[in-house]
């Protein structure tokens, strides 16, 4: 199976701070990219995308990630954050046959 | 906007129980997925379907089946349940090929005694 890696699962900083986000991906083939993110008690929802083009991908409030193939990486940042970031982020790579393979997600808590 | 409904939120199970989670979505999506989320694990897929009546095992279906007969609604059902079948219970959807967006229902916490 393939397997995507995110790295320090809980990651605690006040509000202002930056935040990144590691992923490595594994799949050797064509890349499709995703962020996820979950707020506490909603929903899973698409945070941003990767498939081609411009490597550095802007989405939702403020997160952008860039897409560096050498790497293998698909790193999420936000230069401010604010509370309402307070979530939990997963990355995902699409690896063919209807697969998405998720990381184990990372647990961000911005204090006020 | 896409809707992915789940049949409960919250779901108490005895240990040899027969239990249904029901999934509908409302955009006409040929994907549907069901995955279970742990801590700690991420999103782990349990099975997915691609059209009615079709069905994939995914990375840990050992203990699920799966039922899609239309195409708006796919079912996960746990035959006997288990307390290591104690998890929350993702469905999602999608159109066409899966490098397309997965729109995620809200989720099933299902606790088993």
């Known amino acids: 199976a393939q397997s995507v890696s995110q790295h320090n699962h809980h990651v605690i900083l006040s509000e202002a701070a930056s935040l990144e986000l590691g992923c490595n991906y594994s799949?050797?083939?064509?890349?499709?990219l995703f962020w996820y993110v979950q707020y506490p008690g909603q929903h899973l929802q698409l945070l941003l995308k990767?498939?081609?083009?411009?490597?550095l991908v802007k989405g939702i409030k403020g997160f952008e990630a860039e897409f560096i193939k050498s790497k293998f990486s698909f790193n999420l940042r936000k230069p401010s954050v604010q509370w309402s970031d307070t979530a939990e982020y997963f990355c995902a790579e699409y690896y063919g046959n209807n697969r998405l393979a998720f990381g184990k997600g990372n647990q961000v808590v911005v204090i006020p | 906007d896409v809707k992915v409904t789940q049949s409960s939120r919250y779901l108490v199970k005895r240990t040899g129980e027969k239990v249904f989670l029901e999934c509908v979505q409302d955009m006409d999506h040929e994907n549907m997925f069901w995955y279970r989320q742990d801590p700690g694990l991420g999103l782990r897929l349990i099975y997915f379907s691609y059209d009615v009546k079709m069905k994939e095992k995914g990375d840990i279906p050992e203990g699920y089946s799966v039922s899609r007969e239309k195409k708006e609604r796919f079912s996960l059902i746990l035959e006997s349940a288990s307390t290591n079948q104690t998890s929350m219970y993702l469905c999602?959807?999608?159109?066409?090929?899966?490098?397309?967006?997965?729109?995620f229902g809200p989720g099933t916490r299902l606790l088993v005694l």
């Open positions: 990767y498939f081609s083009g411009d490597p």
């Open positions: 999602a959807s999608s159109l066409g090929e899966a490098q397309e967006t997965q729109y």
């Open positions: 799949y050797g083939g064509t890349v499709n």
